[in-house]
T-cell receptor
Framework: SAVISQKPSRDICQRGTSLTIQCQVD?????MFWYRQQPGQSLTLIAT?????????ESGFVIDKFPISRPNLTFSTLTVSNMSPEDSSIYLC?????????FGSGTQLSVL | AQSVSQHNHHVILSEAASLELGCNYS??????LFWYVQYPGQHLQLLLK??????LVKGIKGFEAEFIKSKFSFNLRKPSVQWSDTAEYFC??????????FGAGTQVVVTP
């Protein structure tokens, strides 16, 4: 199994600022996934992060808004840039293979 | 690209009633199918999953789901619901890497 530590667990931010969310895994994983869950909605995949290459973004998400780093096989960061109230969501990282998927505890972001 | 469609957005039923939530998917490759539950104020929990083998999958809390390949469906069932089953239920499909595509979710309310 994998243990995922996600930080921060919650934050309240001002419009126009940026927040970086960290995801640390206790074992090496090939791929890490970043999801967003907006209030009252389902989870939406933002991007897939591979170590040593640029992240692959899903439709509707761009690198300028959600830059991702993946410096090694156990760590990734997602930055929410130039935030607006519409970015208020829960952000989750996920790792694993199809047979066993693990989620971080999530980052509850509120943008004022 | 994979996609997931959940038939009902809201379901209200009484305790002891039977529950069935519809889920259809589209995906060109080998499918891995999941049902997740999110209780009010809590994170996602895995209810059950299907990868191969017996198309009738048993999960936690008395839930089961049936994979019908010809119908591209993976419906969730529970013979007799309890008030504590009030939650949001998400169907999801993953590719071979573990990238999840979630359905829009079904809000289930069980009345005493």
């Amino acid at each position: 199994s994998a243990v995922i530590s996600q930080k921060p667990s919650r934050d309240i931010c001002q419009r126009g600022t940026s927040l970086t969310i960290q995801c640390q895994v206790d074992s090496q994983v090939t791929m890490m996934f970043w999801y967003r869950q907006q209030p009252g909605q389902s989870l939406t995949l933002i991007a897939t992060a591979n170590q040593g290459s640029e992240a692959t973004y899903e439709s509707g998400f761009v690198i300028d808004k959600f830059p991702i780093s993946r410096p090694n096989l156990t760590f990734s960061t997602l930055t929410v840039s130039n935030m607006s109230p519409e970015d208020s969501s829960i952000y989750l990282c996920s790792v694993g293979n199809p047979e066993k998927l693990f989620f971080g505890s999530g980052t509850q972001l509120s943008v004022l | 690209a994979q996609s997931v469609s959940q038939h009902n957005h809201h379901v209200i039923l009484s305790e002891a009633a039977s529950l069935e939530l519809g889920c259809n998917y589209s995906y060109g490759g080998t499918v891995n199918l999941f049902w997740y539950v999110q209780y009010p104020g809590q994170h996602l929990q895995l209810l059950l999953k299907y990868f191969s083998g017996d198309p009738l999958v048993k999960g936690i809390k008395g839930f089961e789901a049936e994979f019908i390949k010809s119908k591209f469906s993976f419906n969730l069932r529970k013979p007799s619901v309890q008030w504590s089953d009030t939650a949001e239920y998400f169907c999801a499909v993953s590719d071979s890497w573990g990238k999840l595509q979630f359905g829009a979710g079904t809000q289930v309310v069980v009345t005493p």
